[in-house]
């Protein structure tokens, strides 16, 4: 059984930045994918950005994308490095893992095991 730990959320102003960790215990291998998402109030849970472990393939959503940073820092542990932070980026995000060595799209539905998720919350 494979767990899934977020840590590093809090609450930052705009502009800055912070970095979220996925720490996995239990069974995982290179073939799986591990995907960040997140869900704002009276808001869906979208894909942010999705990472295949041994293809190095990834993903980043357009609202992303030049200021998230995905990096596998070791065999446990997939990181999201989050820069220029803006208030629309508030929301729990939420680490995944998709076991079935595909890369396919960035869905919620596609992933077999979630963590907890962390708050992260940008505000002035």
């Known amino acids: 059984q494979l767990q899934l730990v977020e840590s590093g959320g809090g609450l930052v102003q705009p502009g800055e930045s912070l970095r979220l960790s996925c720490t996995a215990s239990g069974f995982i291998t290179d073939y799986y994918t591990i995907g960040w998402f997140r869900q704002a109030p009276g808001k869906e849970r979208e894909g942010v950005s999705c990472f295949h472990l041994s293809a190095g393939s990834t993903y980043y959503a357009d609202s992303v994308k030049g200021r998230f940073t995905v990096s596998k820092d070791d065999a446990n542990t997939v990181s999201l490095q989050m820069n220029d932070l803006r208030t629309e980026d508030t929301a729990v995000y939420y680490c995944?893992?998709?076991?079935?060595?595909?890369?396919?799209?960035?869905?919620?539905?596609?992933?077999?095991?979630w963590g907890q998720g962390t708050q992260v919350t940008v505000s002035s």
């Open positions: 995944a893992a998709d076991s079935s060595s595909l890369f396919r799209q960035c869905k919620s539905f596609y992933y077999d095991y």
